[in-house]
């Protein structure tokens, strides 16, 4: 047995282990698993820009397989690609296979299953390509017309933009609007002076009424209220006592007040009077008979 075991034996063991090490390792670090069986499918097409190697095969976006070789056949001008799919996976006839590629570039393969379909695909089928454009394609194809287009707008906006800015009307008026700012700045700066200086003082001020008003307040609440209310209520006594006696018809003012024959008689005689009066100041002599030296007698 030790025979068998030999040097050059034990060395061949070794690089065998290390090769087949090596073989599963570069195939696992291209997402390959060789214990996994795997039927294989053919893709023809025009172009694969972007499709490598171990590139993903999805369904709806499930990797179910990878690309395992792609070559170029002189005669036809075709590409064929070899796609692995996981055994357990039946393709129906119908299913269509995508390339796609992202904003990236990178392409994959996505298949697109005839589900109403009851017959299937056998491995080494080839499949029918369905043509993907791709999110570069689309901005060539769509995006970058439209910004083309825009281009000469954006040019007109900007010259119209540049006329405004370098209008001296709008230098005329970012200087005023900097006085306009220095002005505030200075009002605002008096203002807080004022403020300052002045404000205290009207607080003391405030603050000095206050003390007055409270010293006022202070000497009202010491006056005593019931005597000047007894006060006030003694005149409207007396008040009443004459109102009363005015209105009495017993007394010569309610006589005066309430008599009508009276009030008339008052009314007559100082018509009388006033008659008498003036023809007092008329006929001085027929009331008045005197002489500075006596009357003279007759003969």
Known sequence: MSKFFT??????????????????????????????PANYYYITCNNVSGLAMSAPVNIEGYKVGLVRNISYDVNSGKINVQIGIDNDIKLPKGTKAELASDLLG???????????????????????VKMSSGLLSSVEQDILPQVTNMLPKLDSILSGLNTVVN????????????????DIEYSTSQLSMLMKNTIPSVVSNIDTVSCNLKGITAQLSEVEIAQIVSSVDSTLTNIREITDKMMDKNSTIGLLLNDTQMYEGVVSALQSADSLLVDLKANPKRYVHFSLFGKKEKK
């Open 167 to 182: 209008n001296p009307a709008l230098t005329a008026s970012v200087n005023r609007i900097d006085d306009i700012v220095a």
């Open 106 to 128: 990178t392409a994959t393969i996505a298949l697109h299953l005839d589900r109403a379909s009851q017959e299937y695909y056998l491995p080494g089928d080839t499949l029918p």
């Open 7 to 36: 040097k050059e034996v034990k060395i061949a063991i070794t690089v065998i282990i290390c090769m087949t090490l090596l073989v599963f390792g570069i195939n696992f670090l291209k997402g390959v698993n060789l214990l996994t």
